[in-house]
């Protein structure tokens, strides 16, 4: 790739990535290409007026605030206005599929997940011919060659856009694009909130030169840490940041990690009660708090330790503002334990402060999940058992997949280990940490520090709160490179 660059156009990268597709309700149309991949890619060619560019999408998020602010200021109910978006990605099967030969320098991302789930920890056990098979639904365990991603204000939108999409590839008897499978993600109706009640999406990198106005405690990281053959996109894993060599089809395009992953909500609000002791100050809040390293109204418990400020959970001028270096942040837990999910994911001044120096950088992802499936019925919440399926469609964007979302996964929520302290090993990721070493790849779990004031104690964790059940690993190009490379 060369290495003089024109600066970043917005308009030429795919909207979901930088700016996020707005969204009350989310379709991912997993599909297959048909065997005539010319006829295909001839109606791609048809979808790139559909596809929301970076530009579009950053209007059409003003246009949300505009029409907000009126409803507000006019004392009436807001309604989300009707819009909708469309972004596509291809996984290396796709890419393969559509003759495009290049190596995208990725090696998770050229495997592919369902090879990379073993190394996730999922749950699993070996096929007939010996290689691990994941516990997923039978839709990802077969080739998914790319997902159309379909966003709007309600479901008769996103429905009515999708049969836009479906009717640009298939028309009459002629079919090029065949659905595999749609995971359909719709906001909770406490609005930025996952299932497990948590405010989520709060923390996200800034992007050098991009997003010029950070907030405070929001790091910068170089263009290149999400979008490829920009500055940044090294691998990290080299002392000297060696730049990955990527094909001229890599500029300006993200990898994108999508997972299908289940939640036992009703298990683990019954976990947080009967483990809690308000007696000793320990509620049930609380410890939900510092397995998550914020309450639910998303303040921080680094800041805010013992109890919740909804205003600044809210405020993003407060609520992303800590590094895990107040005084004797780095040795204890008083305020975070070090296993929280916030602190596993995005170490912050574990790593990068002046006890260890370890750049984090290239570790960052940016987060635009859905949570799908239906509220707690009174049924689940008495009996404690989820009967009903519901999670968090979660999806990351990054310049490496390898470097990134597979090693925050791998190397930090799994590995009891990290963040490293000195007396203690802090544990799993209460939330998404996954023992691979048990009986058919699920094992025990446990953490430390969950309780503040008994924090040697070890805390034992069910095996899974989060269940994965399946996912793929996608490339999103940019616009040109869609419309000159992959389309015909
Ligand atoms: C932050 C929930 C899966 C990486 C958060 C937050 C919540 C949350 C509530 C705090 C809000 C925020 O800072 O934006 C969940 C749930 C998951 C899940 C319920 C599964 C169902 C994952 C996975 C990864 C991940 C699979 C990556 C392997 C992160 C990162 C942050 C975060 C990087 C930001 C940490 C920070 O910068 O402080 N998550 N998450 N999450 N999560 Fe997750």
């Given amino acids: 790739m060369t290495s003089t660059l024109l600066p970043l156009d917005p308009a030429n990268v795919q909207g979901d990535i930088l700016v996020g597709l707005p969204k009350k309700v989310q379709h991912y149309l997993f599909f297959q290409i048909d065997d005539d991949v010319a006829a295909f890619r001839k109606r791609l060619h048809l979808l790139i007026p559909f596809i929301t560019n970076t530009t579009q999408a950053q209007d059409d998020r003003a246009k949300i605030a505009a029409h907000k602010k009126a409803a507000v200021e006019q004392g009436k109910n807001y309604e989300f206005l009707q819009l909708s978006g469309v972004n596509i990605a291809f996984s290396q099967f796709g890419l393969t599929k559509l003759g495009i030969t290049d190596d995208m320098g990725d090696t998770a991302f050229t495997d592919g997940q369902q090879k990379d789930s073993k190394n996730l920890g999922d749950a699993g056990a070996p096929g007939a011919d010996g290689e691990f098979v994941p516990n997923w639904i039978d839709a990802f365990k077969g080739q998914i060659h790319g997902v159309v991603l379909i966003s709007g204000n309600c479901d008769l939108t996103v429905t009515a856009t999708q049969a836009t999409v479906l009717s640009i590839f298939n028309v009459g008897a002629r079919i090029t694009l065949h659905e595999v499978i749609t995971l359909k993600g ?9 299932h497990f009640g948590f405010r989520d999406g709060i923390s996200q990198p800034a992007v050098k030169d991009f997003d010029t106005k950070p907030n405070p405690g929001q790091e910068t990281v170089r263009q290149g840490v999400i979008l490829c053959g920009r500055e940044g996109d090294v691998d990290a894993n080299e002392e000297s940041e060696k730049p990955f060599n990527r094909p001229a089809c890599a500029l300006d395009g993200s990898f994108l990690a999508l997972r299908y992953l289940f939640q036992l909500v009703p298990e683990f609000n019954n976990f947080l009660k009967a483990s ?15 397995l998550v390293g914020r309450w639910k109204s998303g303040a921080p418990v680094d800041v805010f330790p013992l109890a919740d400020n909804p205003a600044a959970g809210e405020d993003v001028l407060q609520n992303n503002n800590f590094r895990y270096d107040f005084p004797n942040d780095f040795e204890t837990q008083d305020r975070c334990p070090f296993a929280a999910h916030t602190r596993k994911t995005n170490p912050r001044n574990d790593l990068e402060g002046p006890k260890i120096g370890v750049p984090t950088e290239n570790r960052r992802i940016i987060r635009r999940g859905i949570p799908f499936g239906p509220e707690v019925t009174p049924e689940e919440a008495t009996s404690g058992k989820t009967l009903h399926g519901r999670g968090l469609i979660f999806a990351a ?18 590995k009891v280990e990290f963040p490293p ?68």
Avoid at 186 to 194: C, F, I, L
Avoid at 400 to 406: E, G, H, Y
Avoid at 472 to 486: A, C, G, H, M, N
């Fill in 397 to 414: 964007y990054c310049g490496s997949i390898t470097n990134s979302f597979q090693f925050i996964q791998k190397s930090w929520a799994n």
């Fill in 421 to 488: 302290k000195e007396h203690v090993n802090p544990g799993f990721d209460p939330i998404i940490g996954q023992n691979k070493d048990g009986p058919n790849g699920v094992g025990p779990r446990s953490m430390v520090g969950a309780n503040p004031s008994d924090q040697s104690a070890t805390l034992s964790l069910p095996v899974e709160w989060v269940v994965p059940k399946g996912g793929e690993y996608f490339f999103s190009p940019s616009i040109s490179v869609l419309r000159d490379t992959f389309a015909l």
């Fill in 186 to 194: 719709v906001v909770r109706p406490e609005r930025g909130h996952e």
């Fill in 276 to 290: 809690s002791d308000p007696t000793k100050g320990l509620t049930a809040d609380l410890l939900g708090a510092r």
